[in-house]
């Protein structure tokens, strides 16, 4: 029954034209997001990582940041169109895909920023490269069904694996098939290493540091910026890596790279991200 709301607002949003469900979806996201109890978990976390700022800043944040969440759902079954429209998505700094190539293996380094759901296929429509994607599993199989519908437009050149052990293997496979991976690193990973993440020590997972290393592969950080309603600019950042077998560097210290990376675009714009999670060990002790 947790579905049905879902899939209601999906098929509102899919019948209407790609700007006004956008923009639904963000009035209903202000809107509703504000009233929510993890409302105060994002809060609180703005407040300590970005501490000494007014009070109509962190509402004002707080209050685009469901708004951008809210457009992201309302966009969801108009992902093809965005992808397909130049007027609508911008390639920023594209050049830096040229370091991936198709008998290579290597890597896309992501975060829930902007919309990032538009990012993996945007890149394989315009690549043609197979990418392999770990996500966080939705605990609804409903919802996580309608989910992987919208994600479908590369006609098979995206593959999605959930984390844990069986996405860790799939990735193995797919780097020794010379093809490449992509993940989102800014969640809280329990079984991860303590890396600061914008200050402050978070548990992080390694698992990208340790592949990049294993199979000296380059990481190209890559985010989806919403410019203006339902415009973007898709931006792509120089690569991370190769690192040879004589240069002395550890996966935590690597971890931490893609945390500063991460952490500077969030700086850049806050309410271009997710805040309501447990990120840092502080979020628990929320009062």
Same mark, same amino acid.
């Given at each position: 029954?947790?579905a &049905?709301?879902?899939?209601v /607002? !999906?098929g509102l949003?899919? $019948? %209407? +034209?790609?700007?006004?469900?956008s923009?639904?979806?963000?009035?209903l996201?202000?809107?509703?997001?504000?009233r929510?109890? &993890?409302?105060?978990?994002a /809060? !609180?976390?703005m407040?300590? $990582? %970005? +501490?000494?700022?007014?009070?109509k800043?962190y509402k004002a944040t707080?209050e685009?940041?469901?708004?951008?969440l809210g457009?992201?759902?309302?966009e969801?079954?108009?992902?093809?169109k965005? $992808?397909?429209?130049?007027?609508?998505?911008?390639?920023?700094?594209?050049?830096?895909?040229?370091?991936l190539?198709?008998?290579?293996?290597?890597?896309?380094?992501?975060?829930?920023?902007?919309?990032w759901?538009?990012?993996?296929?945007?890149?394989a429509?315009?690549?043609?490269?197979?990418l392999?994607?770990?996500?966080?599993?939705?605990?609804?199989?409903?919802?996580?069904?309608?989910?992987f519908?919208?994600?479908?437009?590369?006609?098979?050149?995206i593959n999605?694996?959930p984390?844990g052990?069986?996405?860790?293997k799939?990735c193995?496979k797919?780097?020794?098939?010379?093809?490449?991976?992509?993940m989102l690193?800014?969640?809280?990973f329990?079984?991860g290493?303590?890396?600061?993440?914008?200050?402050?020590?978070?548990?992080?997972?390694?698992?990208l540091?340790?592949?990049?290393?294993?199979f000296?592969a380059?990481?190209?950080?890559v985010?989806c910026?919403?410019e203006?309603g339902a415009?973007f600019?898709l931006?792509?950042f120089?690569?991370?890596?190769?690192?040879?077998?004589d240069?002395?560097?550890?996966?935590?210290?690597l971890?931490?790279?893609?945390?500063?990376?991460?952490g500077?675009?969030?700086y850049?714009?806050?309410?271009?991200?997710?805040?309501?999670?447990?990120?840092?060990p502080?979020?628990?002790?929320?009062?």
């Amino acid at each position: 029954m947790a579905a &049905v709301p879902v899939y209601v /607002l !999906y098929g509102l949003f899919k $019948i %209407l +034209p790609l700007d006004v469900a956008s923009w639904l979806g963000g009035f209903l996201g202000k809107s509703i997001g504000k009233r929510l109890l &993890v409302n105060k978990r994002a /809060l !609180y976390n703005m407040q300590h $990582i %970005l +501490p000494g700022k007014t009070e109509k800043f962190y509402k004002a944040t707080l209050e685009s940041m469901w708004e951008n969440l809210g457009r992201n759902m309302g966009e969801l079954p108009h992902l093809k169109k965005i $992808i397909k429209d130049e007027n609508r998505l911008k390639l920023k700094n594209f050049f830096h895909v040229q370091g991936l190539e198709k008998d290579k293996a290597g890597f896309f380094l992501g975060a829930h920023y902007g919309n990032w759901e538009i990012s993996a296929p945007s890149i394989a429509r315009n690549t043609g490269l197979h990418l392999n994607l770990v996500y966080r599993k939705i605990n609804n199989p409903y919802v996580e069904r309608l989910i992987f519908k919208c994600r479908d437009q590369t006609e098979g050149l995206i593959n999605y694996y959930p984390k844990g052990s069986l996405g860790a293997k799939a990735c193995i496979k797919a780097l020794k098939n010379k093809e490449i991976v992509g993940m989102l690193l800014d969640q809280k990973f329990n079984d991860g290493i303590l890396v600061p993440f914008m200050g402050k020590p978070a548990m992080t997972a390694p698992a990208l540091a340790q592949l990049a290393l294993k199979f000296k592969a380059p990481v190209i950080p890559v985010r989806c910026m919403r410019e203006k309603g339902a415009y973007f600019t898709l931006e792509f950042f120089p690569p991370v890596g190769p690192y040879k077998k004589d240069e002395d560097i550890t996966v935590k210290e690597l971890t931490e790279q893609f945390n500063t990376i991460i952490g500077s675009w969030i700086y850049e714009c806050p309410e271009m991200w997710f805040w309501v999670h447990s990120r840092w060990p502080f979020s628990k002790k929320m009062k």
